[in-house]
Nanobody
Framework: QVQLVESGGGLVQAGGSLRVSCAAS????????MGWFRQAPGKEREFVAC????????NYADSVKGRFTISRDNAKNTVYLQMNSLKSEDTAVYYC???????????????????WGQGTQVTVSS
C-alpha cells in the first residue's frame, strides 16, 4: 500500500513558476513508477508527466513539454513537478499517482496507476 500526499500548489501569475511535491509512504517507493495528472473543472483527468523507477526515463504530455520537469528523489520518497512558463490553461487540481510495484513501465494512462494523492490546486492568473 502506498499513500501519497501532494503539496506546493497555489496561485501564480501567468509566466511564473511553481514546484509541486508528492511525498510517498512505505519502503517500496523506488519500485514505483510515478506520474502527475491534472483535472480542470468540468474536464476529465489528464496525463501530465511520468517518471521511471530510477528517474532516467520520463514522458510528458505535449501541452507541457519544454515547460514542466518531473523528477524524483528516492532517498526522500518524493517526486516533484517543476512548472515553468505557466499559462492560464494549466489551472487545475494536480494529482500524484503511483503504479503498483510490479508494473515497471512508464505509462500515461489514468487507469495504469493504482495509488493516488488527494490533489493540490494550482491556479494561474492571466
Amino acid at each position: 500500500q502506498v499513500q501519497l500526499v501532494e503539496s506546493g500548489g497555489g496561485l501564480v501569475q501567468a509566466g511564473g513558476s511553481l514546484r509541486v511535491s508528492c511525498a510517498a509512504s512505505g519502503r517500496s517507493f523506488s519500485r514505483n513508477v510515478m506520474g502527475w495528472f491534472r483535472q480542470a473543472p468540468g474536464k476529465e483527468r489528464e496525463f501530465v508527466a511520468c517518471i521511471s523507477r530510477s528517474g532516467d526515463t520520463t514522458n510528458y504530455a505535449d501541452s507541457v513539454k519544454g515547460r514542466f520537469t518531473i523528477s524524483r528523489d528516492n532517498a526522500k520518497n518524493t517526486v516533484y513537478l517543476q512548472m515553468n512558463s505557466l499559462k492560464s490553461e494549466d489551472t487545475a487540481v494536480y494529482y500524484c499517482a503511483a503504479r503498483s510495484a510490479w508494473m515497471n513501465n512508464i505509462d500515461s494512462r489514468v487507469g495504469a496507476y493504482a495509488y493516488w494523492g488527494q490533489g493540490t490546486q494550482v491556479t494561474v492568473s492571466s
